[in-house]
């Protein structure tokens, strides 16, 4: 969870992550499995075999990225 000494970052499991976007979980697994092409959501870290977590701050900023509804 470190990216340098002093400094960690929360990461949000995909029940969390979910909730934030307004999306369902199975949702992200589909985005998880295709984001190295496509690129949809969030950068999902894996965590050992279907476990995935998403950086607070990827989240946060895929959120401020999204179109807004006219």
């Keep these: ?19 934030r976007l307004g999306v369902k979980r199975k949702t992200l697994y589909n985005w998880a499995s295709t984001w ?3 690129r949809r959501g969030p950068e999902p870290l894996r965590m050992g075999g279907r476990a995935l977590r998403y950086r607070e ?7 401020k990225n999204m179109p807004r509804a006219a």
């Design 57 to 63: 701050s990827d989240v946060s900023q895929y959120i």
């Design 36 to 38: 190295e092409v496509e």
């Design 1 to 19: 969870m470190s990216k340098s000494p002093g400094y960690s970052e929360r990461l949000l499991t995909a029940q969390e992550t979910a909730g």
